[in-house]
């Protein structure tokens, strides 16, 4: 549904040239609801804006359903945008329009009469639960509501894609699973395939089939999510599937830690599973074989995709010896080893 074949997009500033976005291919499927995740300047916003050429690309092509954009006539673009439809961080509503003004818009601009923007507009308040506040006005709103009418809005014409530039980054964790559920519910229902931007994996976690993961304008990994948390191949993409586990080391552990071993000190150790690592009982099977008492201090285990996937803090109290065994025999069967250092 849409295809993403080469993109560069260089910004100049003064006698600087800022390479936005280096060589994207992507690729997204109908139906799909694709993420893709970046850190803060890595070049997300840019790529999403070029879907609809809301950014020009400096070089490359963006192919919707089956359509070329850069080869459009502006008036054929305006027509093509419309299937293409866009939420935002900020929702970006007219304050000085109500609730069904605002989501009846796209269609007054394209010129459908009063009868039937008012059937689609109160069809659109019903999906998405708003039809008691078709007479308020933005500024009563709470955010959640706002990106509930901007989604209503973005519906209006009926698009194939929606494009989702950060959409949940404003609102609170419940308010974001609520909009992160009509999302899923309007992609099911309408077919509707569904690119976002994100820089929180736990979005990616909750709603997308795929990820794309973007450093520095380029793309470093993509697939399916459930392939990605089983083997990420990146250190980036490392670093967003820790970011969904909060693992800390407890403080007084903290305190008490130390790099060196001493006689009455044990390691404290993070396991980190992948969809590589041995499912089996392994805890209990180390603790048997390598002759390790082993308290485990917390745990996140978690499914993507029908994928294991988690970290484990825990201490192993037993001889050097059988402690370095065992590590070895965690490592063996794909579980990668750290020793944080030594608990006295
Ligand atoms: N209009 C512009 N002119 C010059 N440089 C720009 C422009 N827009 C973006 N950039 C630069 O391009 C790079 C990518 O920016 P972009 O906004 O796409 O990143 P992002 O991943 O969306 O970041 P964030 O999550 O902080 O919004 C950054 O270095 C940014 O400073």
Redesign the pocket.
Known sequence: MIEIRSLNKV?H?GKRA?K?LDDINLSVSEGAIYGVI?S????????IRCVNLLERPTEGSVVVDGVDLNTLPSNQLTLTRRKIGMIFQHFNLLASRNVFDNIGLPLELAGVNKQAIKTKVDSLLELVGLSDKKESYPANLSGGQKQRVAIARALASDPKVLLCD?ATSALDPATTQSILELLRKINKEFNLTILL?T?EMAVVKSICSHVAIIGD?KLVEQGAVGDIFAHPKTELARQFIRSTLDLSIPADYSARLSDTKTENSYPLVRLEFTGASVDAPIISQVAREFNLDISILSSNMDYVGGIKFGLMLAEFFGTPESTEQAISFLKENKIEVEVLGYVA
């Open positions: 910004f500033q800022i936005a970046g803060s300047g890595a070049g997300k916003s840019t790529l950060e931007i820089h304008g």
